[in-house]
């Protein structure tokens, strides 16, 4: 028998060397803490076996990583932030409930989690005991991220995680903000920024998850300072437990931004997530979660508001493995000049499935002739006693409404801004968080101008 050996393209050679770089980079700092060592070499023999993507892969079709490709990344330093700068990206519900990540390290004298109850854990990793991280990293092991690259890439480069572990039966009446700041700098950084959640049986949480930048300027405009954020958060919802999961994306208009979010429900469980992108050169977030018991509840709730040259790209997907499954889905975009929004969505509902509800729904407001949509809803169902609905919009702003607004005193611009709010309040007006939602409403009223 003769033996087929497979010879590698210099696409591919070229892709591989691409990405051992950035592994170089991701493990340029030593680890000793035994449990992250272990994960950091796991995740780097994974690597081994993987490639970056390119617009050949199905899931990257529309998703050019070409300037990606051609940047020299190196590891982030940790930079010494003042507290008046970072200031600005604070919530004043959770002003005790905080932790803040600067370039991926823990920043001690920006974080404040006075008002949690005692038995609530609220900290980065190498400040936990030993007995603590070995039950955490329990939970690492339920979900594998060993066939996304940039996921892989992330727990290769293992330094340090952000931890919010929340007891059985304790409800936490404040918001936890779990902020992750990036300082602009001339030289391209990559930074890698890693979050668990833990929410044991019968608790409560809101949890904010906030991605910004500190430059000099207004941080969605291009300053030809570009840096990679490469960002994974794994979510363990326990049995009956209600947890609710504000997500927002403001890193600058030169980066990049990979986002993974994995979530696992138990039984008779509620999450809820609130998903809003604005900053980015180019983002990408892979959304998945697993149903892990029966009367599990899941709201997914987007919005994209894309400028420029802009591109966002979510893919989520949805696997319901048990009967009495809820999920509702939402993703809006409004896209503008150059920029394009991609949009797959996959539900998964199989025969063990039964009895599921399942809506999905992508709509898009588009503010420019030359902006591009690309959406891909997708219900794969066997079984045979459900409920369930799936579909995509591609819409401007209708002269009616507007001549209508006009009509009633509103000049043009004022006029075009009201339907703008409203197409996005439907999602922001959901938010449990005032001084958020202020916030974004005027981030996105500055951008479509």
């Known amino acids: 028998m003769t033996a087929i050996v497979l010879k590698k393209t210099p696409h591919q050679t070229e892709l591989d060397r691409q990405l051992g770089a950035l592994q170089a980079q991701a493990q340029a700092n030593t680890v000793t803490n035994r449990i992250l060592a272990q994960k950091r070499q796991q995740a780097g023999q994974a690597l081994g076996e993987l490639r970056l993507p390119n ?3 199905e899931e990257w079709q529309f998703t050019d990583l070409s300037d990606f490709k051609q940047i020299a990344f190196t590891a982030a330093p940790p930079p010494q932030l003042d507290r ?5 990206f604070f919530l004043s519900e959770a002003v005790q409930s905080r932790l803040v990540f600067v370039n991926g390290v823990f920043a001690e004298n920006l974080s404040d989690v006075g008002a949690l109850p005692n038995r609530v854990i609220c900290d980065h990793w190498v400040n936990l005991s030993l007995t603590q991280q070995e039950t955490l990293a329990t939970y690492w092991e339920q979900q594998s991220d060993q066939q996304d690259v940039f996921a892989a890439l992330n727990t290769s480069g293992l330094q340090d995680v952000a931890v919010v572990w929340i007891p059985a039966d304790v409800t936490v009446d404040v918001p936890i903000h779990c902020l992750f700041l990036s300082v602009v700098d001339p030289t ?7 979050l668990l959640v833990v929410a044991e049986a ?13 430059a000099s300027n207004c941080t969605d405009r291009p300053q030809q300072q570009p840096y990679c954020n490469n960002t994974v958060s794994e979510i363990y ?16 208009g030169d980066s990049f931004h990979f986002a993974t979010t994995a979530i696992a429900q138990g039984r008779d469980s509620y999450y809820r997530l609130f998903d809003i992108n604005l900053g980015a050169k180019l983002s990408r977030h892979t959304l998945s979660m697993i149903q892990c018991g029966e009367h599990t509840e899941t709201h997914f709730f987007a919005l994209t508001n894309l400028v420029g040259r802009q591109t966002s790209d979510t893919h989520s997907s949805i696997d319901l ?11 809006k975009c409004i896209v503008d000049d150059y920029a394009q929004a991609i949009f797959s969505g996959k539900v998964l509902v199989p025969q063990a499935a039964q009895l599921t509800y399942a809506c999905q729904l992508n709509r898009n407001l588009v503010l420019s002739s030359k902006a591009r949509i690309n959406t891909k809803p997708e219900l794969q169902i066997t079984a045979d006693n459900v409920k369930c609905s799936h579909g995509a919009t591609i819409s401007q702003l209708e002269a009616d409404e507007v001549f209508y607004l006009r009509s009633r005193g509103l000049n043009d611009y004022d006029a075009r801004h009201l339907l703008i709010d409203a197409f996005a309040g439907e ?8 001084s958020l939602q202020h916030r974004l409403r ?3 009223a500055c951008r479509t101008i």
Do not use: F, M, W
Not at 84 to 88: H, N, Y
Not at 188 to 194: F, G, V
Not at 237 to 252: E, F, Y
């Open 55 to 57: 617009k050949r892969d």
């Open 427 to 434: 999602i922001l007006d959901q938010i449990p968080l005032a």
């Open 202 to 214: 019968n608790s409560r949480l809101t949890l904010v998850e906030s991605y910004g930048a500190i």
């Open 442 to 444: 005027q981030c996105i």
């Open 84 to 88: 008046q700068r970072a200031e600005t």
């Open 237 to 252: 919802v326990g049995d009956n437990a209600h947890v609710t999961h504000v997500r927002n994306q403001r890193d600058s």
């Open 188 to 194: 391209p950084a990559l930074i890698q920024p890693r």
């Open 321 to 331: 493995r048990y009967p009495h499954g809820t999920t509702n889905q939402l993703h």
